[in-house]
C-alpha cells in the first residue's frame, strides 16, 4: 500500500489543513446541505480551536459545560434554547427569517415559556388571576401594512406575575394559565384586554447557562416584556413582545430581545367613566398597541 502517494488525499492528519482534511470524508451521498452545514462549522471550528489553544483540561471543561447543557434541570426544560438565546444566537436566526416590510411589526424571541392551549377569552378580560401587580389596560388594532384592519386574528399574550415568574415556573403558588390568553381581534380589528404592568425577572439560572452568565460577569435579567404571537390566515405570523419604556434593563436585555419599535407606552390614566366603562380599578395604566401584518 503506498501511503506516500501524492495522490492519496485527505487520509493523513495536518494540523495546518486539518479541517479540509476532515471535510474531505463527507461522501457524495451525503445531503448537500447537510454537507454544507457540517463543512462550514468544522471549519470555523477548528479555527476557533487553533485561534484559542486551548488545553485538553479546558476542551474537556467545554466539553462537560455542553453536556450539563443538555440535561433536563427540571422536568420540561435543558438549556440549549437558553445558550443559544444569551450569545444571541436567536436573534440573529430570527433576523436572518424575518426581515420583513417597514412597518411591519417586527419578531423577536419565542422563550422557553409559551404554552398552547390558553384561554381563549372575549375582549376586555383580565388575564392576571392572582391580582398584583399594577392594572393595566392593552388595546390597539391589529392591520395590514396598508393601514386596512385584519379582523379575526388571534393573539396569543403570555407574561410574568408582578413578582416575575411565569405561571408555569410556580405550579404551587400561581393559578393554572395565570396571566395567559388568547383574544381575537373584532371586526375593525380592535382587540383590548386587562393585565397588569409587566416586571423584569432573571432568566432561570441556577443550571449551567446562569453559571456562565456569572462567570463572564453578566446580569442574568431580561428587561421586562409581554409576549404576542398574533397570527391571521394569509398573514406571517408575529412572534414578538411590547417592552415597558422604563426598565432598568431596556438596553441590556441578556437575550438581546429588544427592539426600539417594541418599546411601547404605559400612561397613567385618571379617568372614573373610562376605568367604569373597561371594569378596571381608578386609576389605570394605558398601553395602545397596534400589531401590522405582513402578508405570507
Ligand atoms: C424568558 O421569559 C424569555 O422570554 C426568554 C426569551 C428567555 C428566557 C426567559
Ligand atoms: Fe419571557
Known amino acids: 500500500l503506498q ?5 492519496f488525499d485527505g487520509g493523513y492528519f495536518e494540523e495546518e489543513r486539518s479541517s479540509e482534511v476532515v471535510n474531505s470524508r463527507i461522501g457524495d451521498a451525503a445531503d448537500p446541505r447537510l454537507k454544507e452545514v457540517l463543512s462550514v462549522l468544522t471549519k470555523h471550528l477548528h479555527n476557533a480551536v487553533k485561534e484559542i489553544e486551548p488545553t485538553h483540561e479546558e476542551w474537556f471543561a467545554a466539553i462537560r459545560f455542553l453536556t450539563e447543557t443538555g440535561q433536563m434541570c427540571s422536568d420540561w426544560r435543558q438549556e440549549y434554547i437558553l445558550l443559544s438565546d444569551v450569545l444571541g444566537v436567536t436573534m440573529l436566526v430570527d ?6 416590510p417597514s412597518g411591519a411589526t417586527p419578531n423577536t424571541i419565542l422563550g422557553p415559556f409559551y404554552i398552547e392551549g390558553a384561554p381563549e377569552y372575549p375582549n376586555g378580560a383580565n388575564i392576571c388571576l392572582d391580582h398584583k401587580g399594577e392594572p ?53 380589528g380592535d382587540y383590548w384586554f386587562q393585565t397588569v404592568k409587566p416586571r423584569f425577572y432573571p432568566i432561570p439560572d441556577d443550571g449551567p447557562v446562569g453559571k456562565l452568565l456569572g462567570d463572564l460577569d453578566r446580569h442574568p435579567n431580561r428587561a421586562a416584556h409581554m409576549h404576542f ?39 397613567t390614566v385618571d379617568d372614573p367613566a373610562m376605568a367604569a366603562q373597561y371594569g378596571l380599578p381608578n386609576p389605570f395604566l394605558l398601553t395602545d398597541w397596534n400589531f401590522v401584518l405582513a402578508p405570507k
Not at 501511503?3 to 495522490?7: E, P, Q, R, V
Not at 433576523?95 to 420583513?100: G, K, W
Not at 384592519?149 to 413578582?163: E, H, K, L, S, Y
Open 95 to 100: 433576523a436572518i427569517n424575518h426581515r420583513r
Open 3 to 7: 501511503t506516500t502517494d501524492d495522490s
Open 229 to 267: 404571537i398574533v397570527t391571521a390566515e394569509g398573514y406571517d405570523e408575529i412572534i414578538t413582545h411590547i417592552f415597558t419604556p422604563d426598565c432598568p434593563y431596556l438596553k441590556e436585555d441578556t437575550v438581546f430581545g429588544v427592539k426600539k419599535d417594541l418599546v411601547a407606552e404605559f400612561h
Open 136 to 188: 393595566t389596560l392593552v388595546r390597539g388594532r391589529v392591520t395590514d401594512v396598508d393601514g386596512n384592519p385584519v379582523a379575526g386574528a388571534r393573539i396569543d399574550v403570555w407574561q410574568t406575575n408582578d413578582d416575575g415568574f411565569y405561571d408555569v415556573q410556580q405550579k404551587e403558588e400561581q393559578p393554572e394559565y395565570n396571566l395567559r390568553g388568547v383574544f381575537t381581534s373584532d371586526a375593525n
